[in-house]
């Protein structure tokens, strides 16, 4: 059974440029949500995706956005890249609809801006 | 907004001994969730305990334990007979209902041969 997948595992751009990040969950999860990770901070939430909506939004611009698949897979999408969006970005998967659901994560893409 | 205190940025435990992480959070809710989290330098974040908190009784995993207070709103993490797979990054998490996580600072932990 494969877990949180996430791909690229590490990716370099320049400032101003686009990246697309992609996620797929868990076998049986419905439920992504995206997470950046500074260097040496915990993670923090972006958004998050249920039945291809956008649920619940972190406080993150708009150039930040997202997209879910009907086979459950995920896309963060970030333009107008700024060096300060270098970071880890965490993909969790989860089955919605119960909150003591555990979020299980990917081991993350790791995005470098120049 | 739910926030999320890890007053130690770095632990250093001796192999076998015990070890134990500090975790605030700041809510007015009644009905949540608590994780703790292990980041090893692989990134994968995993997994540690998890505390549902209308369950009074804390919650355990092997050597894993918790002490939570709920008035005092605190959430603590024992690790006993700690093992060299243990050094990793450990993160807080409170979570209400079916949304997101929200993470304290995290804590280092070492643990010495």
């Known amino acids: 059974d494969a877990g949180v997948t996430q791909s690229p595992t590490h990716l370099i751009k320049t400032r101003g440029q686009q990246v697309t990040l992609r996620c797929s969950p868990k076998?049986?999860?419905?439920?992504v949500s995206w997470y950046q990770q500074a260097l040496g901070q915990g993670p923090q939430f972006i958004f998050q995706?249920?039945?291809?909506?956008?649920?619940q939004r972190g406080n993150f611009p708009d150039r930040f956005s997202g997209h879910q698949f009907p086979n459950y897979s995920s896309e963060l999408n970030v333009n107008a890249l700024l060096l300060g969006d270098s970071a880890l970005y965490l993909c969790?998967?989860?089955?919605?609809?119960?909150?003591?659901?555990?979020?299980?994560f990917g081991a993350g893409t790791r995005l470098s801006v120049l | 907004a739910q926030t999320v205190t890890q007053s130690q940025p770095e632990m250093s435990v001796q192999e076998a001994e015990t070890v134990t992480l500090s975790c605030t959070y700041d809510?007015?809710?009644?009905?949540?969730?608590l994780f703790w989290y292990k980041q090893p330098p692989s990134r994968q974040m995993i997994l540690v305990i998890r505390?549902?908190?209308?369950?009074?009784q804390n919650a355990t995993e092997n050597r894993f334990s918790v002490n939570f207070q709920k008035a005092a709103k605190s959430f603590s993490l024992k690790i006993s007979d700690s093992q060299l797979g243990d050094a990793a990054m450990y993160f807080c998490?409170?979570?209400?209902?079916?949304?997101?996580?929200?993470f304290g600072a995290g804590t280092t932990v070492t643990v010495r041969a």
């Open positions: 998490a409170y979570r209400e209902s079916d949304y997101k996580l929200s």
């Open positions: 969790a998967s989860n089955v919605g609809g119960v909150g003591k659901n555990i979020q299980y």
């Open positions: 076998s049986g999860h419905d439920t």
């Open positions: 505390q549902e908190a209308y369950k009074q």
């Open positions: 995706y249920y039945e291809e909506e956008e649920r």
């Open positions: 809510t007015s809710e009644s009905d949540y969730y």
